[in-house]
């Protein structure tokens, strides 16, 4: 029986899968566990068992062909096999989610946004409509959407979270600061940018002291 893959083997991957598109036009024709490892201050005996788990392209002395390496990773994460979303909460942030194209290459398209905001409701960011919350049911079956984004204030996300499990939702991207009571079958990714903030603070103390 297959052991399920940890996030946190995700997780290395996609800083693995970061760091070789952030070469650019720099990159090299080939590259090795051992690079990659120095790059991200990594175990190069851990990054080079990651790299293996997803491609057998690695060859002694001269590592992987780093295009065929960024294509393996890129597969086995799946970013080859677009999901669509919808988003619920059109503020600042939700507008920013919907403006960033770059989720097309992670595998995640948003396709349609909801809000309570009569301004907001009929109107489109980049090229996505935004709709009233009562269109979420049907437009989600109709589409088969099985991924919802909240960027709701804390006190509407848990009424947002039941209406997109209602609507059939299965994964939801949680960014409003508060934990969320799902089923057993749902999943949940929260995004807690006042919990990183205080780690990014505390690191900094750290540093300077």
């Known amino acids: 029986m297959k052991q399920p893959i940890s996030l946190q083997l995700y997780n290395r991957l996609t800083k693995y899968l970061y760091y070789l598109e952030g070469l650019g036009a720099d990159a090299p024709e080939n590259i090795s566990a051992t690079t990659i490892a120095k790059a991200l201050e990594l175990n190069d005996v851990l990054v080079r068992k990651d790299l293996a788990s997803v491609s057998n392209g690695g060859r002694p002395k001269t590592g992987y062909v780093t295009k065929e390496l960024m294509a393996d990773i890129s597969h086995f994460l799946g970013h080859d096999n677009t999901s669509d979303a919808v988003l619920a909460g059109v503020g600042n942030l939700g507008k920013a989610l919907m403006s960033y194209d770059n989720f097309k290459n992670y595998g995640l398209d948003i ?99």
Not at 129 to 137: H, S
Not at 151 to 179: L, R, Y
């Open 111 to 209: 396709v349609a946004a909801f809000d309570i905001s009569p301004e907001l409701v009929g109107t489109e960011i980049n090229g996505k409509k935004i709709f009233a919350c009562e269109k979420m049911k049907n437009l989600c079956e109709r589409l088969n959407i099985k991924i919802g984004i909240i960027t709701v204030p804390a006190e509407h996300a848990q009424s947002v979270c039941d209406m997109m499990i209602e609507c059939g939702i299965k994964a939801i991207w949680n960014f409003a600061p508060v934990n969320l009571k799902l089923p057993d079958d749902v999943v949940v990714k929260n995004e807690n940018m006042a919990a990183s903030l205080a780690v990014l603070i505390k690191r900094l103390d750290q540093k300077e002291k």
